[in-house]
Structure formats: structure tokens, C-alpha cells
């Protein structure tokens, strides 16, 4: 049965603010754009916002998301959107200002229909419409499509959200709790963000949320701190990721000048620098459940510019040492697309996820800072290459290992 979502996004914020409780900021974005991101990893084939007005930062919303590919049906009454919503869809409502954690939706969207969020009633959750005199309402449901038509169908002057609340309950909907007793609630994220204040410190925890085990050993013990120190100053700039592996491919490619013209460390610290780039880039999006537009694009190019320096420094040092050090290179450039062949193949096999100490660009790289620190270049690229073809080999072994137990 197809999911489809339903975001209410016509609360102003309390407290005499200015702005809608959708437009609030988060991670460089909008709670809204942050909700539809949720719903559509929760598995909502589209998305219905119900906006009563349109200010411009919500345009701004719906265009940023409409440029990430996110199509989102705007709805001006409750009327307009249940005619957007199939009979036979299952729907997932969210309360004006409602964020929760991507687990929790989940939980729900496994539920079968008619199910509801509740919270314990507490002097701490006031925003949380209450349902009775022990529990509130978590602001999410999830009902059929028919149930919101047949509630719009007799709303009059009513609220839309009350009036199917209280319809719901009366269906005898599962009560899914947010904050099981045997849990700590702070593992759960769930609030109702009624002002900029109710979302205090929860950048930083979308934050630590985007931590991932990266594949290779410079981005799993080299590049988090650098990512830490960045993101806290990034994440609410609204600082479009792109344009950091944008920043990555081009210091990727201006290392090949610099290696052609002999300079040797500016073109390391080049390609040093662009790894950490490209890895915020990736956190960066990560905390707004967002991907790096153009990111294979762009991390080919930036691949392609390591390579290219790789070369270029095997130039500069066949000028000295010979030009063996140029074959060196290049093997070791042809080895590294052999490589990147085996991995992907291996991949396709479902095989293991190859171990982070073996070669990658970024490893390579990084393996290489040692050997410039001691200024023997030439001892590093023999060291590349070593290191690449062992890697191969072991990668090569596994496909194999792989193919044979599946014939």
C-alpha cells in the first residue's frame, strides 16, 4: 500500500513572533524542508504541505527542494488536500512545527493504520496537544486516506488537525509511545517547535546523528575532527554543500600546475586539503538529510585531478631520478582504476565491504605525507604503488572467493 505524507505548515510561532513555525531555521534550512526530507526516508511516495499563506522563506523552501529533486504538492485548504491524498494511501500527518526523529517515524510507519505518537503528559510538553489526562498527542499519525476524506467531509468551522485527532482516537488507533518507559527519552528526538527557542540544540545533535563509519582510514580517524571543528560554524549558514566538493575538485586540479612547476608541497597540501573538503561536504548534507548535488560528478573530477598530479610529480621526478619514475606513476594510475573496477565488481557480488587500511585517493594521499615530510618523493611513489597493488591483489582475491561461492 502506497505511504503518502501530509505536513501541516500554517502556525505562526508564539510568543508574538514573526513567520510560520515551518519556516523556522534548522541546519542551514527550514523545519519544513527537515519534515519533508523525514517523511520521504520514511518511504512517502509524495508529499502534501498544507500552507495557508506562502511567505518567502517558504518559497525559498520549496525551491531548494524542487532543486534536490523533491516534488511537493502545495495545498491551500484542508479541502484541496485531501483531494490530493488517495482513498486507499496510507497517510502520514504531521502537526504544525512537528520533528521527530527518523527511528520513531519509522516505528510508526511499520504501524498498521490507525496508529498515533503519544507522550507522556509533562509541565515540559505543553506544546503537545493533550488526549487525555495522562497523554498527549506527538503530533504525528498515521491513518488511510479515505479516514482525512471523510473528516474534511464534515469539518465546518472546526481545526482540521483537532477534529482528526479526536477521530482517530475514536477509531481505536494503536498508541505508539515516543518515550517508552524502559528508555531514556533523551535518545528520542520529538518536539513541537513553536518557537526558534524549542529548537535550541537540536542542530547539534542532527549533527552528531550524521557521524558515519566512512570506508577508508583517513576518513574514519583523519577527517571527523577536522568535520567537528567545521560544522558547528557551517551547518547554520545555509552553506550550499556542493560548493565544498566543488572547492574539493578544484584544489584537486590546481595540484597538477603546481607538481608540473616543481612544487611539490603546495600541490600535497592541495590535495590534502581537498579530502577534508569533500567530507564536510558529505556531513554537511548528511545533518539535513540532503545529498551533495552532482556528488559522483564531482568526486570523478576530483579523483581525476589526483591522478593527474599523480603523473605530473612522476614527471617532475623522472627529471631527477629517471624515467622509470614516470612508468611508476603511470602503473600506478592504471592500478587504481583496476582497483576501483575490482571494488565495484566486488559490490555487485554482495560481498564484504573491503577493509579501510587498503588503498584509496584519499589513503594514498595521506600515505604519502610522511614520505614529503622526509623529502624522499621518490621512496613515496615507489611506496604508492606497492601499497595499491597489494591492495588490488586482496580485493581481486575477495571477488573471486565471492564469485566462486556463488556459482
Known sequence: MALAALIAACAQVD????????????????????????????????????????????????????????????????????????????????????????????????????????????????????????????????????????????????????????RTLQQGAIRIDAFPPDEPASRELLLIANSAAALEGVDRR???????????????????????????????????????????????????????????WPMLVLLLLSGPLIAIALRLAGTRLATVRHDRLLGRLRDAGAAGALLALGYDLATVRGWGMMAIAALTVLGALALGVERATLARLGGPVPRPWLASPDGMIWGMLPFAAAGAWDFGLWALAIYLFVSFFLVQRAVMVRAAGAV
Open 15 to 166: 510568543s508574538g513572533g514573526e513567520g510560520l513555525r515551518a519556516t523556522l531555521p534548522l541546519v542551514g534550512a527550514t523545519l519544513l524542508e527537515h519534515q519533508v526530507r523525514l517523511a520521504r526516508r520514511a518511504g512517502a511516495a509524495h508529499v502534501v504541505v498544507l500552507v495557508e499563506r506562502m511567505p518567502a522563506a517558504l518559497t525559498a523552501a520549496f525551491d531548494r527542494l524542487r532543486r534536490d529533486g523533491i516534488a511537493v504538492d502545495i495545498a491551500r485548504t484542508a479541502a484541496d488536500a485531501a483531494d490530493r491524498i488517495h482513498p486507499d494511501e496510507k497517510l502520514l500527518v504531521f502537526a504544525d512545527g512537528c520533528l521527530p526523529g527518523q527511528p520513531l517515524l519509522d516505528r510508526l510507519v511499520a504501524a498498521t493504520p490507525p496508529a498515533l505518537i503519544t507522550v507522556p503528559d509533562h509541565s515540559e510538553r505543553q506544546n503537545f496537544e493533550r488526549i487525555d489526562s495522562l497523554t498527549r498527542w506527538g503530533g504525528l499519525a498515521l491513518i488511510q486516506g479515505a479516514h482525512l476524506r471523510r473528516t474534511v467531509a464534515m469539518l465546518g468551522e472546526w481545526d482540521m488537525l483537532s477534529t482528526l485527532l479526536r
Open 206 to 264: 542532527l549533527i552528531e546523528a550524521s557521524r558515519s563509519r566512512a570506508s577508508t582510514w583517513p576518513g574514519r580517524y583523519v577527517f571527523p575532527p577536522i568535520e567537528e571543528l567545521a560544522l558547528r560554524p557551517l551547518a547554520g549558514r545555509g552553506i550550499e554543500p556542493m560548493w565544498l566538493a566543488i572547492a574539493a575538485a578544484v584544489a584537486a586540479f590546481l595540484s597538477v600546475p603546481a607538481a608540473l612547476l616543481g612544487w611539490r
